[in-house]
């Protein structure tokens, strides 16, 4: 009866012990399972959207006279006044200036010691000699005052036709430009804000290679210049690639090289990855042409160099050499214009 006693005393201790022994348990996986971190804590997540994609080729430029003439005169003599203004535009056959020959000058000159009747009555008979604008244009320059002397072919006036910009196209980019291409601009010292358009219309076949870069000459005619322009004017240019309009798109780093994407039903789901089709690229972001809808959750891993997964590397498909935006678009060809 003692031995039937102290085996109960027994098992109800050693069932004690094992009751104790699943509770800790218990309560350890519970608190490996509440310090698990969760989806939010491994990925960072946006919504997919839809907004416009500018592919954009920057390179450098200035302004420059399309064509620049020097308006020389064409006697030796002296100036007796200047009909035209500095920065105004003329048109061809306006008159410039006014020349006298070395003779007139004298004559007048000899004349002014006999009276103002002397000088007037050689003034009507020996006429100055017209300097004569040669083709419309604006004028850049001026070089001589009223009461100069000048030598033939010394030039009076420097003039243009139009300003346009020349933009100096890397070897490597040439193949992006073509004729008629849409191209925008800032000017150097003028505020960002003021950006001003243009369209290609002449393509050098000649380069320059300075310290062993090589370009292209570029130039681009301006839409409705502003009156502030000048000859010389420093730029930066940027022809339009593509340009595609409320299209699906999402950050460029949240697409993997192989056009894999990770989507989940919200931002506080799991991801699952899933094969797009992508069209432009501008380096921020990339259109979605299938695969995605709008409002659709994607997702990439937080401090992705470290964590991504075998096979889903991320980060922008983009070739920023010198700084630049390339048309790196890859799956279907970029759509739009």
Same mark, same amino acid.
């Given at each position: 009866?003692? #031995? ?5 005393k027994? !098992?109800a ?7 104790? @022994?699943?509770g ?5 996986v519970?608190?490996w399972w ?12 946006v919504r997919?959207?839809?907004?416009d #994609? ?13 064509h ?28 410039l200036?006014?020349?006298?020959? &070395?003779e007139?000058?004298?004559v007048l000159?000899? %004349?002014? %010691?006999?009276?103002?009747e002397?000088v ?7 006429? /100055?000699?017209p300097?004569? %604008?040669?083709?419309?244009?604006h ?10 002397v000048?030598?033939?072919v ?7 036709d ?9 070897e490597?980019? !040439?193949?992006?430009?073509? *004729? ?10 003028f505020?960002?804000? #003021? ?9 050098a076949?000649d ?17 409705r ?12 240019v940027?022809? @339009? ?7 699906l ?12 994407v ?6 506080k789901d799991? /991801?699952?990855?899933r094969?797009v &089709? ?6 921020n972001?990339?259109? @979605?042409?299938?695969g ?6 994607v997702?990439? /891993? ?5 964590s ?7 980060? *922008? ?6 700084n ?9 060809a970029?759509?739009?214009?």
């Open positions: 009866m003692n #031995i039937q006693i102290a085996t109960l027994t !098992l201790r050693n069932r004690n012990f094992w009751f104790i @022994v699943g800790l348990i218990a309560v350890s519970a608190v509440w310090r698990l971190p969760s989806a939010a804590d491994k990925f960072d997540y997919v959207e839809r907004g #994609i500018r592919v954009l080729l920057q390179e450098t430029g200035n302004l420059a006279a399309e620049r003439l020097n308006v020389t005169s064409p006697i030796a003599g002296r100036i007796d006044s200047i009909a035209a203004k500095e920065g105004s535009d003329v048109k061809k056959g306006d008159i200036a006014w020349i006298s020959s &070395t007139r000058a004298a000159d000899a %004349a002014r %010691a006999r009276g103002e002397e007037k009555f050689w003034e009507e008979v020996y006429k /100055p000699a300097l004569i %604008a040669p083709l419309d244009g004028l850049i320059a001026l070089s001589v005052v009223p009461g100069q000048v030598a033939p010394q030039t009076v006036f420097v003039m243009s139009r300003l346009i910009l020349q933009a100096y196209v890397d490597t980019d !040439l193949h992006h430009i073509r *004729p008629d291409q849409r191209a925008e601009f800032t000017l150097s010292g505020s960002d804000k #003021i950006r001003l358009v243009g369209s290609v219309f002449q393509i076949y380069s320059s290679t300075v310290n062993n870069v090589t370009t292209y000459m570029v130039k681009v005619v301006i839409e210049p502003p009156s502030f322009l000048r000859s010389g004017l420093t730029a930066d940027y022809f @339009v690639l593509n340009e595609v309009s409320d299209v798109k999402v950050p460029a780093e949240f697409i993997s090289v192989d056009n894999t990770l989507v989940a039903t919200s931002e799991h /991801p699952e990855p094969k &089709t992508v069209g432009a690229s501008d380096g972001y990339t259109e @979605v042409i299938s995605l809808v709008e409002n659709d959750w997702a990439r /891993p937080k401090f992705a160099i470290k991504a997964q075998p096979g889903f590397s991320f980060g *922008p498909k983009f070739d920023n050499n010198k630049k935006a390339r048309a790196t678009t890859t799956g279907n970029p759509r739009g214009r």
